[in-house]
């Protein structure tokens, strides 16, 4: 499978000053998908800026679209329910005519953590929440009824009809890298997702990057293999495709942090930070789309030359 380039478009912009126009850019520059963080608000210096919600935003997106898949990345338990997500992403998948990715995670102990007035979860719970949210959710998505008690949620004869648009439903790209997140990832993942290994972004090596997320890789072959499935990437056959979501590599520190300088700086230095990904089985990589004055920001010439031909440099032979 050739590798496929996606953006993030954060909801900072209002939708009449150019927040529309962004998404209607990402599909004529070709991007396979554009995605959007699923928060009620983010870490500085977004906290106390322009922040909108996501459904509302990527359901905007889809009526001024025409073929960009589009999603999350990512949805957590963190002020979400399944019940309620459920009836919003079929609405959602409806609307676009069956263009929605869910992308979905444990949840942080950021801003969204005690937002609905709970105390923060531990990692503990997180992991037990997402191991209840998921299955449930896949449920909700696939099932005209559905009746269900757990620990942490409950549906009570909730009818969901006619059900999403895709069949049997709406692809989930699961993220995780502990060893319960990639086992879900295995059984109810389209994909899976990634961001690398946190712990080295302020002084790791982009080498030891490599190396760290190799080892996600494997593991989540380990937990693919656990249940009969197939680690490659060709869903068709009950594979897994592998999503990296950059900006959190110490390739992306500033200044660079590779010797090609940052992975944005030129279409060169992409291509050879988008290879040495690819080559370990990566099947999409996303960008952020740049924001002057953030930890986002690039040319955005060089981004949208990257957008256009990153892709076809990267099929070439030798690259």
């Known amino acids: 499978m050739s590798l496929r380039l996606s953006t993030v478009i954060l909801p900072h912009r209002r939708w009449h000053e150019g927040g529309g126009a962004t998404w209607q850019r990402a599909e004529d520059l070709g991007f396979h998908a554009a995605y959007t963080y699923d928060h009620l608000s983010w870490r500085v210096p977004f906290r106390d800026g322009p922040w909108f919600g996501a459904v509302p935003t990527l359901t905007a997106a889809a009526v001024v679209t025409d073929h960009i898949r589009l999603g999350t990345l990512v949805t957590s338990p963190n002020f979400r329910h399944p019940v309620t997500l459920a009836k919003e992403l079929i609405s959602l998948d409806d609307i676009s005519g069956g263009r929605i990715t869910l992308g979905i995670g444990a949840g942080g102990s950021g801003f969204d953590a005690t937002a609905v007035g709970q105390e923060p979860w531990t990692l503990r719970e997180r992991a037990d929440r997402f191991a209840e949210f998921v299955p449930l959710l896949d449920r909700l998505l696939t099932e005209d009824t559905t009746t269900y ?13 006619p059900g999403c648009v895709q069949n049997p439903r709406l692809p989930f790209a699961v993220a995780a890298t502990g060893p319960r997140g990639l086992r879900l990832a295995a059984r109810y993942g389209q994909a899976w997702v990634t961001t690398g290994d946190p712990q080295l972004y302020e002084t790791g090596t982009p080498d030891q990057s490599i190396q760290a997320i190799r080892g996600q890789v494997e593991k989540l072959g380990e937990a693919c293999e656990e249940i009969g499935r197939s680690a490659t990437p060709d869903v068709e056959n009950g594979g897994i495709e592998k999503i990296l979501l950059t900006g959190f590599t110490p390739e992306f520190r500033s ?3 590779s010797a090609e300088g940052h992975p944005l700086d030129s279409l060169d ?19 952020h789309w740049p924001i002057p004055d953030t930890p986002f920001a690039a040319d955005e010439k060089v981004f949208e030359q990257i957008a256009t031909e990153a892709v076809e440099q990267l099929g070439r032979p030798g690259s």
């Open 255 to 257: 200044p660079g942090g």
């Open 149 to 161: 008690t757990g620990k942490f949620y409950a549906a009570g004869d909730v009818r969901n009809i």
């Open 269 to 287: 230095a992409f291509v050879d930070f988008a290879g040495r990904h690819a080559e370990l089985g990566f099947t999409e990589i996303v960008v």
